[in-house]
């Protein structure tokens, strides 16, 4: 049999449809099926057995592979555009330079494909398998990257302004020089495409950025056990705060005690302005407070609930660290908690914070021997 790109198109569109493609596949295992550069715009090739066939500079615009069978096959500059090739197998196949904007990839599987220089902007990619995946210098722009399983992909260079990353896994990919400004704009890089986005937003949603700098100047963090009756001081201090202008960020302890909790109570507390620590009732409040008061110059005011005990290891970090304030304040009751806060509690704590403010911006000190 001629092995010819004109009678393998005919084959493949032919009259007698896929079963007679997937006889003369079966017949002919050893035949590459030369598809190159052919006209398939639109067509419907799902559940098509098409491994190894050479597709390269063919027109599949629009065209309805779903489901196929593309393992191997070279893709290379083929116009893919708003395809759908959801649930397709493209394992080890060649997409170098491909145009897949805008196309349907739910859920198909690059596994190590070459899609180095492909263009997947506005492409759907959840759940999509790009294990070991080549994307160097790949459109990602405007992509859905859903539950994507990037690990060890390569995306050094990938486009990805305005891509949409969510729960990707990304183990040992390679992550490098990706651009996530727009064509237009002056070129910024990150090397990470989960904080790409991030970093985008502050850069150009000016409501963002005022969200953040108003928790870095206004953010107050309430450490403590809060429970039954211990509630209402949590509220009040909550009320005092609002009032005065701060927005309270509250983190109760009353949380199982197998719980390690100090990665979460170490980025609130590196939000804040001042740490407001209730030290009554201590279960991990302590714990905690050690973890986090040696690493971060901010004030922690100590607070704690008249005929309580204090742990005896918070004297230690007192002396140690003097952004732990001195002395514990004290109170007989919620109301008189309140009464004093400003001047007890604010005060001080705002006093601190530009004392550390100044000391952390302060030139460096010389002295010429």
Same mark, same amino acid.
């Given at each position: 049999?001629?092995?010819?790109?004109?009678?393998h198109i005919d084959l493949l569109l032919g009259e007698k449809g896929p079963r007679a493609w997937d006889e003369w596949r079966r017949e002919n295992p050893n035949i590459?099926?030369?598809?190159?550069?052919?006209?398939?715009?639109?067509?419907?090739?799902?559940?098509?057995?098409?491994?190894?066939?050479?597709?390269r500079s063919a027109n599949l615009r629009g065209a309805k592979l779903w489901n196929a069978n593309?393992?191997?096959?070279?893709?290379?500059?083929?116009?893919?555009?708003?395809?759908?090739?959801?649930?397709?197998?493209?394992?080890?196949?060649?997409?170098?330079?491909?145009?897949?904007?805008?196309?349907?990839?739910?859920?198909?599987?690059?596994?190590k494909a070459d899609l180095s220089g492909a263009d997947l902007s506005g492409s759907n990619l959840e759940m999509a398998i790009l294990m070991r995946a080549n994307?160097?210098?790949?459109?990602?722009?405007?992509?859905?990257?859903?539950?994507?399983?990037?690990?060890?992909?390569?995306?050094?260079?990938?486009?990805?302004?305005?891509?949409?990353?969510?729960?990707?896994?990304?183990?040992?990919?390679?992550?490098?020089d990706l651009v996530i400004t727009h064509a237009l704009e002056p070129q910024i890089t990150i090397d990470n495409i989960e904080v790409a986005q991030f970093v985008y937003l502050l850069l150009?949603?000016?409501?963002?950025?005022?969200?953040?700098?108003?928790?870095?100047?206004?953010?107050?963090?309430?450490?403590?056990?809060?429970?039954?009756?211990?509630?209402?001081?949590?509220?009040?201090?909550?009320?005092?705060?609002?009032?005065?202008?701060?927005?309270?960020?509250?983190?109760?302890f009353d949380k199982p005690e197998t719980k390690d909790f100090t990665e979460t109570v170490r980025l609130l507390a590196n939000l804040s302005r001042f740490v407001i620590v209730d030290i009554t009732k201590p279960r991990s409040t302590p714990l905690e407070l050690q973890a986090i008061a040696?690493?971060?110059?901010? %004030?922690?005011? %100590?607070?704690?609930?008249e005929g309580q005990p204090s742990f005896s290891m918070f004297v230690d970090l007192q002396n140690k660290y003097d952004w732990v304030l001195k002395p514990v304040i004290i109170y007989p009751s919620v109301s008189r908690l309140i009464d004093v806060f400003e001047d007890r509690i604010v005060r001080p704590a705002e006093t601190k914070f530009n004392e550390l403010l100044t000391r952390r911006t302060e030139q460096l000190r010389v002295e010429k021997v």
């Amino acid at each position: 049999m001629v092995d010819d790109a004109e009678h393998h198109i005919d084959l493949l569109l032919g009259e007698k449809g896929p079963r007679a493609w997937d006889e003369w596949r079966r017949e002919n295992p050893n035949i590459r099926p030369n598809l190159r550069g052919a006209y398939l715009e639109g067509k419907d090739l799902t559940y098509m057995d098409l491994r190894d066939a050479n597709f390269r500079s063919a027109n599949l615009r629009g065209a309805k592979l779903w489901n196929a069978n593309l393992n191997r096959a070279d893709l290379s500059e083929a116009q893919l555009m708003d395809a759908d090739l959801g649930h397709v197998t493209l394992r080890e196949a060649n997409l170098k330079n491909a145009r897949l904007n805008g196309a349907t990839l739910r859920k198909t599987d690059f596994y190590k494909a070459d899609l180095s220089g492909a263009d997947l902007s506005g492409s759907n990619l959840e759940m999509a398998i790009l294990m070991r995946a080549n994307l160097r210098f790949a459109n990602l722009c405007s992509a859905i990257l859903v539950e994507t399983d990037l690990r060890g992909a390569d995306l050094t260079g990938c486009h990805v302004h305005g891509v949409s990353a969510w729960g990707v896994d990304l183990k040992g990919a390679k992550q490098q020089d990706l651009v996530i400004t727009h064509a237009l704009e002056p070129q910024i890089t990150i090397d990470n495409i989960e904080v790409a986005q991030f970093v985008y937003l502050l850069l150009h949603n000016e409501k963002i950025r005022d969200v953040i700098d108003t928790i870095g100047r206004k953010g107050v963090l309430l450490l403590g056990r809060f429970t039954e009756g211990r509630i209402e001081i949590l509220e009040q201090l909550r009320k005092k705060l609002r009032r005065l202008g701060y927005v309270p960020m509250v983190f109760n302890f009353d949380k199982p005690e197998t719980k390690d909790f100090t990665e979460t109570v170490r980025l609130l507390a590196n939000l804040s302005r001042f740490v407001i620590v209730d030290i009554t009732k201590p279960r991990s409040t302590p714990l905690e407070l050690q973890a986090i008061a040696p690493d971060y110059m901010i %004030p922690f005011v %100590p607070i704690l609930e008249e005929g309580q005990p204090s742990f005896s290891m918070f004297v230690d970090l007192q002396n140690k660290y003097d952004w732990v304030l001195k002395p514990v304040i004290i109170y007989p009751s919620v109301s008189r908690l309140i009464d004093v806060f400003e001047d007890r509690i604010v005060r001080p704590a705002e006093t601190k914070f530009n004392e550390l403010l100044t000391r952390r911006t302060e030139q460096l000190r010389v002295e010429k021997v």
